[in-house]
């Protein structure tokens, strides 16, 4: 099913949650609404679920509006962060209570439930009470309940926040895998930012109330249109301070005192055109160590283990980078470095637009 939000807005007594929000879900799809709490990410949910209703715009299913249609009128699967399960049915109850419901026999739910925790690999836990089980356990139980009633979207609420991170991991790839199998449409609400890359194949990213991005996982890391994006998204963030860009005797230049940084031709042709100074972002992975370059003084060196995290102080601007463990500086080392030319981002400060990817 598709799913389609058009203009959406939320206003409550004393906040506006959602602010006008249009996108649209692809049949199939993993979408994942990212973005800090209290953005909108669960009453966009909700009111997709039609438990709120919206206070403008439209809800879309397969083109059809919905805004009237009661919540139980809506086919869909909800996995919410607390498991919400009856402690006094197992977890073969729990999944069948909302057949149960809906009156419909045993003949059908018995095999629809072996199936579903054959996939989810709960089949032996089918007779225990939700106290039995580890939360990843009851968990599982909860997707499953959600399946059961074959629903035509799946809406999901920070499913895996309960959970530790070892479990968190394997419970994400399992949801993706079972989600593509059953080429169920998928609305995936969370404010982790690995969760959303790796899981969905679009990332909607939101922030008070407002859709920021709407675009792949590489293009919300590589092409970050605004500001919020490029330094929600990436951990450590993007490193990010004012220069000015323009062309010197054939190469593209971002300066501010004492800080000159080679651009790419085509980068820094779209940032010279436009007047005025501008935010560079980098990366941390994307500035090293170099011969010549910036110049700095090594402030902070954090080991991550796989790789450093090292600050940097240059003329009064911090620049962060990720370097190999090998070439470890130490505090107070002089050092260069280099910011690679053909990742950096430019942004107009008032708006906080990206020049390169509106
Ligand atoms: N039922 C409600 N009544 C009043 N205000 C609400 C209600 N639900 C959410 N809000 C407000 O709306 C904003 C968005 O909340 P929410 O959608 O829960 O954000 P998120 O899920 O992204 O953390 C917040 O300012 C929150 O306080
Ligand atoms: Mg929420």
Redesign the pocket.
């Known amino acids: 099913m598709k799913i389609e939000l058009r203009d959406l807005v939320k206003r409550?007594?004393?906040?506006e949650?959602v602010r006008g929000i249009d996108l649209m879900v692809d049949d199939g799809e993993l979408v994942a609404f990212l973005?800090p709490?209290?953005?909108?990410?669960?009453?966009?949910l909700l009111t997709i679920a039609g438990i709120y209703r919206p206070t403008g715009g439209e809800v879309v299913f397969d083109g059809q509006v919905v805004n009237r249609l009661a919540p139980k009128e809506r086919n869909l699967g909800m996995v919410f962060q607390s498991y919400a399960l009856y402690p006094h049915m197992t977890a073969y109850q729990n999944m069948t209570f909302p057949l149960r419901l809906k009156k419909i026999g045993e003949d059908v739910t018995r095999p629809r439930v072996e199936r579903i925790a054959e996939m989810m690999g709960i089949a032996e836990l089918l007779e225990r009470r939700p106290g039995e089980l580890s939360g990843g356990q009851q968990q599982r139980v909860a997707l499953g309940r959600a399946l059961i009633k074959e629903p035509d979207a799946l809406l999901f609420d920070e499913p895996l926040s309960n959970l530790d991170a070892r479990l968190r991991l394997t419970m994400r790839t399992e949801i993706k895998r079972l989600q593509s199998q059953l080429g169920i449409t998928s609305i995936y609400?969370t404010h982790d930012q690995v969760e959303a890359m790796t899981m969905a194949s679009r990332v909607a990213v939101?922030n008070e109330g407002r859709l920021e991005s709407f675009l792949s996982p590489d293009d919300t890391y590589d092409r970050p249109p605004t500001v919020f994006v490029a330094t929600f998204v990436g951990n450590p963030p993007m490193n990010m301070f004012e220069v000015e860009v323009a062309e010197e005797s054939g190469q593209f230049v971002a300066r501010r005192d004492g800080i000159a940084v080679p651009v790419d031709r085509e980068r820094g042709a779209k940032a010279a055109a436009h007047d005025g100074s501008l935010l560079l972002g980098v990366r941390p992975e994307d500035v090293r160590f170099a011969a010549d370059g910036v110049l700095g003084e090594v402030v902070a060196v954090e080991p991550l283990g796989r790789e450093d995290l090292i600050d940097v102080e240059t003329n009064g601007e911090l620049i962060r980078l990720l370097t190999a463990p090998e070439v470890r500086p130490s505090l107070g080392d002089r050092v260069t470095l280099e910011l690679d030319p053909q990742t950096l981002q430019f942004f107009e400060p008032s708006s906080g637009r990206s020049v390169l990817w509106n």
């Open positions: 409550f007594e004393k906040a949650a973005g709490s209290g953005c909108g990410k669960t009453t966009t609400v939101m």
